[in-house]
């Protein structure tokens, strides 16, 4: 079957409350930005990226898929994902311009669009179509209730009532604060609230330097912390590497890597012990697939961060069998014909045809903002 559109949108949900912040960013609502693709048959495959609601970098991301990519798709077969894939990132003039950034997650989402198409037209939910799950439980870990911004009482609070009353058996709080002692009180404090044996996590989003990571772990050391989630910049090998080997915490990192060889570097390196692709940083399920047989070749564990909060990694995940885990974040799941869902603190396998990715019609009319 042929494509014979792309229709580009974008979307602008709130999170949950006003606002949120972590260490280096303030949120009021998360961009849902990407395309629908249609089929002369009726087919319509929707792929998106994941951004921080800022309409004028979202416009560059329709912009790009609109009049460079579009063009590339109209009357192609649908069903040639990887090759499409190769047309598209290898197309001259934005190769020439980019390999990563706009016009990587452009495709992505586009990517994303055709895995959906694929999947609707077998009639199967993405993870059977890539070959049927590998466990019978996906386990959910909350980031939700852990927002540097969030009070002290709230956080605790939160935290208990995250295992206490909705069955999750892994939290994620952030850190990075300009007072690093605050960030240790708090961890304390959420440790005692969940009790030991419940998995602790801290996510930096790549605040700190070296010396300061390798200090805040020594103090944590005692917290029992899961893992330590992007403690320095993105693209530091050399330091990520340094850490891991300074400190007892496992290094995770992921979702600011735009490519399959950045993965490979930092695996090669030692520098990630936990990792962490998005379907919405990378080029879509293709690149993704690709990461985490690196990851899996390397024996190392592979829990996607979600960017695309988490509608096609469960498929991924449920299926690839480097993943036990998954992030939790409820913000736009509401938006979706089968959105995720979490019971007895493990995700539930998805059961309608397609990659997760089916916004509903009113959603639509509810949060899209002008293409420009």
């Known amino acids: 079957m042929a494509i014979i559109s792309v229709e580009p949108f974008i979307l602008h949900v709130p999170v949950t409350g006003s606002s949120i912040s972590d260490s280096t960013h303030t949120l009021s609502h998360w961009g849902v930005v990407g395309a629908r693709v249609h089929t002369d048959d009726g087919l319509v495959g ?112 939160g935290s208990r009532r995250a295992v206490e009353e909705e069955g999750f058996r892994g ?83 992921g979702e600011q890597l735009y490519t399959a060889e950045a993965f490979s570097e930092f695996i090669g390196r030692g520098a990630v012990h936990y990792v962490q692709p998005d379907v919405t940083r990378l080029a879509g399920i293709t690149e993704y697939i690709r990461v985490a047989e690196i990851a899996h070749g390397a024996r190392l564990p592979v829990v996607a961060h979600a960017g695309d909060m988490s509608q096609v990694h469960v498929h991924l995940a449920h299926w690839h069998p480097a993943s036990a885990m998954l992030e939790y974040i409820p913000w736009i799941k509401d938006c979706f014909e089968e959105p995720i869902r979490v019971v007895d603190g493990n995700f539930v396998r998805p059961s309608q045809p397609g990659a997760g990715t089916s916004v509903m019609p009113e959603k639509f009319a509810q949060f899209s903002k002008t293409l420009g």
Request: hydrophobic letters at 45%.
């Open 46 to 157: 929707t792929g998106f990226t994941g951004t921080h609601a800022d309409l004028m970098g979202d416009r560059l991301i329709t912009q790009c898929i609109a009049t460079s990519y579009a063009p590339l798709l109209i009357g192609e077969d649908e069903a040639d994902i990887t090759r499409l894939w190769q047309k598209l990132a290898r197309h001259p003039p934005v190769q020439w311009i980019g390999r990563a950034g706009i016009s990587h997650i452009a495709l992505g989402a586009l990517d994303i669009a055709l895995w959906d198409i694929k999947a609707k037209r077998a009639g199967q939910p993405l993870w059977k179509l890539l070959g049927g799950s590998t466990s019978d439980r996906l386990m959910a870990y909350n980031t939700d209730i852990g927002w540097l911004s969030i009070p002290d009482d709230e956080l605790i609070a």
């Open 171 to 253: 939290i994620k709080v952030k850190v990075g604060s300009a007072d690093m002692a605050r960030d240790l009180k708090r961890l304390a404090a959420v440790r005692k609230a969940i009790g030991p044996g419940l998995m602790l996590a801290i996510d930096g989003n790549g605040r700190w330097d070296l010396p300061t990571c390798i200090r805040f772990c020594r103090e944590a050391d005692g917290l029992d912390i899961f893992w330590f989630e992007e403690p320095l910049w993105y693209d530091d090998i050399a330091g990520h590497a340094a850490l891991a080997r300074a400190s007892r915490i496992p290094v995770a990192l």
